[in-house]
């Protein structure tokens, strides 16, 4: 039924729930490699760094629940599906901002367990690819920046227009075998070292 078994880690205080949202997953060929207590070493554990999905079951998620998810969403970034009791603008909000994926109050209902995994995945992937879009856009901005900063520089203290400048940047990377932007940023370093 499910082509692709996933590595969950499930945290929850109540045994007896968390053995019947284990035994679920399993019937749809899922593996739960770790069940926690509590959130508090999640970010740290050596299981998040193998886990597909983080499930967390929490009848009324603290500040601190929150704090650890933030670590996990920058440390070792995973789809993060919240079932709660709880519900209101600001836990939805906090639960959002810490990178929970899908936040479900009153919904551990086993037939609907696969389908909320499955839009947290797609939710996830979504937005890691918006975030390494964004990642590699400021990346691009950066070099540009470093780049007209360096042509300035050469401009200013050879006394030569933007042109030859920018010929004089690519013939350094060219015979330093380097990238346009990393013989800007040291052009730049060295200028800053003179200063």
Known sequence: ?????????????????????????????????????????????????????????ADIPDEAVFANLRDVNKTKPKPIVMFTESSGDKMAGAAIKSGVNAYIVDGLEENRVQPIIDVAIARFREFQALKDELDATRSQLAERKAVEKAKGLLMKHKKINEDEAYQSLRKMAMDKNKRIADIADSIISAFELLE
Do not use: F
């Open 1 to 57: 039924m499910n082509p692709e078994a996933l590595k969950i880690i499930l945290v929850d205080e109540n045994m007896g729930r968390s053995a019947i949202l284990r035994r679920a997953l399993q019937d749809k060929g899922h593996e739960v490699i770790c069940r926690l207590e509590n959130s508090e070493n999640l970010a740290s554990s050596y299981e998040i760094t193998h886990a597909d999905v983080v499930i967390i079951n």
